[in-house]
């Protein structure tokens, strides 16, 4: 069935590198993808989101870009730090919930 | 810190015993959901309500979870009759009717023995 998923597991980056996470979807009909952070033992937190009319979007060190030709979501993270280490979920609206991807980890070294 | 709050924030129990979860948004979150995230997943839509009406429910809802928010606020989620593969954690999220603008709890950690 179609689904959010995430195109890498794990990504590993020094602390200062940006960090890019990718994500591809199959749903042409969502309104709103949303990236999630979720460190260990809590619940997922708002990134970022971006409206299905739009390719890019900024935020504080984060920007998303969306790429409806190929269904490919990414987010890029600048200047990674170690707090940033944290499990990245790509989200979409459908219907009445938030459909996630499997999630990728991100690791930052010092 | 979301506002949301879960509780507990971790259940043990044993197979075939019943469990309770409460979850408090925020006062403006009118909307509010149940997720289930297994290791190393997403998490995964179990139901949804809009003030105290329960309008969708997944089919990973078996007959056995049961969820209310009788005044429009704090929900709970009951599992009866606990399985082993009920072991997950338990998110909760409200919005303001904005579904790109959900905001999670911690979950409650269910381990099934």
């Known amino acids: 069935g179609e689904s959010v998923g995430l195109h890498l597991p794990t990504l590993s980056v020094q602390e200062g590198d940006n960090s890019i996470i990718n994500c591809a979807y199959s749903n042409s009909a969502s309104d709103y993808f949303i990236w999630y952070k979720q460190e260990s033992g809590k619940g997922p937190q708002f990134i970022i989101d971006i409206r299905s009319n739009m390719d890019k979007r900024q935020g504080q060190r984060v920007t998303v870009l969306l790429n409806k030709t190929v269904k490919h979501l990414s987010l890029q993270i600048a200047a990674t730090q170690p707090g940033d280490s944290a499990v990245y979920f790509c989200a979409e609206t459908r219907g009445t919930a938030l459909i996630f991807g499997k999630g990728t980890t991100l690791s930052v070294s010092s | 810190d979301t506002g949301v709050s879960q509780d507990p924030r971790h259940k043990i129990t044993k197979r075939g015993q019943n469990v309770t979860f409460r979850c408090d948004p925020i006062s403006e979150h009118n909307r509010l959901y149940w997720y289930r995230q297994t290791l190393g997943q997403g998490p995964e839509f179990l139901t949804y309500f809009q003030n105290e009406a329960q309008l969708e429910k997944s089919r990973l809802l078996s007959d056995r979870f049961s969820a209310e928010r009788p005044k429009g606020s704090f929900s709970t989620l009951e599992i009866q009759r606990t399985e082993q593969g009920d072991s997950a954690m338990y998110l909760c999220?409200?919005?303001?009717?904005?579904?790109?603008?959900?905001?999670f709890g911690p979950g409650t950690r269910l381990t099934v023995l």
């Open positions: 999220a409200g919005d303001r009717g904005r579904m790109n603008e959900q905001f």
